[in-house]
């Protein structure tokens, strides 16, 4: 039989086509060229192609255009598309195009044989497809052609449920999407219920093919209801890693085929592709709106002293006061006034950490003074909540080479928050001592305590146990973050510890030991 299968590539320049025809002439095809999509759409009305090669970047209608208008005609719905381009548009012009239902998408310059393998595939395909239509009895040829078909189509409609979905919905529809043309029944295994199974199972992030040997670990997965003669676990990563994984079944032994396990790994590429995409949306739209709710703190936090200020200047502009009332007024004025150069400071620490501009220098430090400084500082604010302020330095403790205005603000930071939050007759005590090649400072207290899910996020910006403008306790959430730069400057780490709500917390600080700068 002399039948070729006809492949039409379509590319506004002639250097373009004359490549791809060398790339792909010595198969058994017939090739069919147009200069626009225009052309490639008058060449699909009157003939039936394996595969078209099609460029996004053309005048006029372009290559994505082309492609949605192919699709939109009974004819041509499932003629398999695979874009080309010699430009870059980054992930979201992938996605559009598998969402047109290419079934691959390659960046210029591309590999010779790669290309021509796929023409290959798609070609064979076809010709096959004819023969099976010509000869009834090739009904195993008839076969693959649909299940080709049906799998483009699969692959269409699952990148088109993938870009509209979040992963939670895409979790809930993607078994019943691979049913029956891919498995004989799916479901999904979650992360955060079977992790320790998975892992051992995905340990390459390639989909795994199990026979009946696999029934006990299918028992560990949790799917032991049903036992399948052959098993595809495909697993769905997220940005950080699996997030879980589609579990495929066939009722009989060894039924998935290479082929097969190709799909799977196309189906895990296209889910993780979403699945992080919106890991990474979710992400964003978290941050816009704690940093929409720090904002509203911010003006919160500012106007307070602002208005005290105001307020007390008002009065003395309008009123005899004596001497009593305006010594409090002007002690209520500084007072108001240093807390609002707090505030600003914070702000102003916070975007040199963000811009990269907030540095250290080093000099010779008396950690023992900063501490008791730190301490006298802060016993008026102590003493008027009702808090006992304890200080524990070891002796040994030796002269240190550091920043000591930034270490001072780093203790000043965690003193002072560990005294916002610890009622009255609680206590805050800072331990200093060395061991281990560090310096460690820690500061205990027995207050509210932090909630376990915060815990790893206490030292981040816009990050607050209340950030509501009801909240019982002031400030901008803004030190510990700053705490946990300035600590890092210093080649040190910070973190906290907690046993729960009301139960307390520590901070411990690490910081490397550097000999003072007169010694050294």
């Not at 039989?1 to 490549?19: A, G, I, S």
């Not at 076809?126 to 023969?131: L, N």
């Not at 400084?373 to 524990?392: Q, S, W």
């Not at 009622?423 to 310096?439: C, D, I, K, M, N």
Request: proline letters at 4%; hydrophobic letters at 45%; glycine letters at 6%.
């Amino acid at each position: 039989m002399n039948y070729k299968p006809k492949v039409l590539v379509v590319d506004d320049r002639q250097e373009n086509l004359l490549t791809v025809r060398a790339v792909i002439e010595e198969l058994e095809v017939e090739i069919f060229e147009a200069g626009s999509g225009e052309d490639a759409l008058r060449l699909l009305l009157e003939h039936d192609f394996a595969v078209v090669l099609l460029d996004v970047e053309m005048p006029g209608t372009d290559g994505f255009a082309t492609a949605r208008m192919i699709r939109n005609r009974r004819k041509t719905r499932h003629t398999p598309i695979i874009f080309l381009t010699a430009v870059d548009r980054g992930e979201t012009a992938i996605q559009q195009g598998y969402a047109l239902g290419a079934i691959d998408y390659i960046i210029k310059p591309f590999v010779p044989d790669v290309l021509r393998w796929k023409i290959s595939v798609f070609a064979d395909l076809y010709s096959k497809s004819v023969q099976t239509q010509q000869l009834l009895k090739e009904q195993a040829s008839r076969k693959e052609w649909e299940t080709a078909a049906k799998r483009s189509a699969l692959l269409a409609d699952l990148t088109s449920m993938l870009v509209s979905s979040n992963y939670e919905s895409m979790f809930d529809r993607l078994p019943d999407l691979v049913v029956p043309d891919f498995a004989d029944w799916a479901c999904i295994v979650r992360m955060e219920t079977h992790g320790h199974a998975l892992q051992h199972v995905l340990q390459n992030g390639s989909p795994v093919l199990l026979n009946l040997a696999g029934v006990p670990l299918l028992e560990s997965l949790g799917i032991s209801n049903r036992v399948p003669g052959s098993t595809m676990i495909i697993p769905l990563l997220g940005k950080n890693g699996a997030v879980g994984a589609l579990a495929a079944f066939r009722s009989t032994p060894n039924q998935f085929s290479a082929t097969d396990r190709l799909f799977a790994k196309d189906i895990a590429e296209r889910a993780s592709l979403a699945i992080t995409n919106s890991q990474l949306f979710e992400e964003a739209e978290a941050a816009s709106r704690a940093k929409d709710q720090f904002l509203a703190v911010v003006s919160h936090e500012l106007r307070t002293p602002l208005n005290a200020i105001t307020g007390w200047v008002q009065i003395l502009r309008t009123k005899e006061l004596d001497s009593t009332a305006r010594s409090k007024a002007f002690q209520t004025i500084e007072q108001n006034a240093r807390l609002q150069d707090e505030l600003i400071g914070d702000i102003l620490d916070i975007s040199r950490i963000v811009a990269g501009k907030l540095s250290v220098t080093f000099e010779d430090v008396d950690l023992d003074g900063i501490v008791h400084k730190t301490m006298d500082a802060l016993k008026p604010t102590a003493d008027a909540k009702g808090v006992e302020l304890r200080t524990e330095v070891d002796p040994d403790v030796p002269i240190v080479a550091g920043d000591s205005k930034r270490l001072q603000q780093v203790l000043w930071n965690l003193v002072a928050n560990a005294i916002k939050f610890t009622p009255a007759q609680g206590f805050v005590e800072v331990r200093v001592y060395t061991g281990q090649g560090q310096l460690r400072i820690e500061v205990h207290d027995s207050g509210a305590g932090i909630k376990a899910e915060l815990l790893n996020r206490v030292f981040e910006p816009f990050i607050q146990g209340d950030s509501s403008l009801k909240r019982s306790y002031g400030g901008l959430g803004l030190g510990l973050a700053i705490t946990r730069h300035l600590v890092e400057l210093h080649g040190g780490t910070v973190k906290a510890e907690s046993p729960g709500e009301g139960r307390g917390s520590v901070f411990t600080v690490l910081l490397p030991l550097r000999r003072a700068l007169r010694a050294s």
